[in-house]
């Protein structure tokens, strides 16, 4: 019997099993639907489906760089514990996406799982691993990243934080990481009072006038008021004007070298 390409589409919707092994067992079961699912299940290989419908809520982050640093991969990979989340499989899985995607050129989930690992396709892949460590996984975000000068990166001990951060010129290593750090430690929003949403510039400066009303501050000295609240606001979310966490006494902007700042950063975490 011929095995048709909506017979295989049939049968992996049924099993969640990856396209090669559907083509197998109907070739095996000589074309028969039911003798197929029972071959893939006798071979342990119809039980990612069922995996499929667990939440995956943990996991790791991953970065991957290109031999200059100008270039990186930020993946989110999920899992459904952190005891699988540390298993060596699981972070070998994660870095050979991370790295297959960079690449092969890739900048979101959509195109991730359209690119071919070692003649298998995303789904094979993750189908096998899923057998493999008992869990469901799929990627979560995706960032590609490219910018004129090195990128630095961190990830913290755990693999639940990952960042990574574009300076506009070349900084010391260490400098690098630790601003990195920062980014991991600090979570900032911005990278600049001059980024900040107006939107929510406008909102928190209406709430601190109001708060300063409810204070009893005299009409005359609010707007001094706002303004200097607005400059702790700016040290909270802004990067650039953070306390450094190596030296609480500078701001980040201040530890950079001269005609150097920071043009974007990314932070990845797993809650």
Known sequence: MEITASLVKELREKTGAGLMNCKKALSESNGNIEEAIKYLREKGLATASKKAERSANEGKIFIQASNDNKSALILELNCETDFVASNSDFQELGNKIAKNIIENNASSTEEAKNISFEGKSFDELISEYTLKL??????????????????????????????????????????????????????????????????????????????????????????????????????????????????????????????????????????
């Open 134 to 271: 008992g869990e469901k996984i799929d990627i979560g975000k995706v960032k590609r990243i490219q910018s004129s000068a090195p990128i630095h990166f961190y990830v913290h001990s755990n693999g639940k934080i990952g960042t990574a951060v574009e300076f506009s010129g070349e900084v010391e290593q260490e400098i690098g990481k630790t601003v990195a750090m920062q980014v991991a430690a600090s979570s900032p929003q911005y990278v600049s009072p001059e980024s900040v949403d107006q939107t929510e510039l406008n909102k928190e400066r209406d709430i601190i006038r109001q708060q300063a009303k409810n204070e009893g501050r005299p009409d005359q000295v609010i707007d001094k008021i706002v303004e200097g609240r607005i400059s702790k606001y700016y040290k909270e979310v802004c990067l650039l004007e953070q306390p450094y966490i190596m030296d609480d006494k500078k701001a980040v902007k201040e530890i950079l070298p001269n005609q150097v700042t920071i043009e974007n950063f990314t932070r990845f975490s797993i809650s």
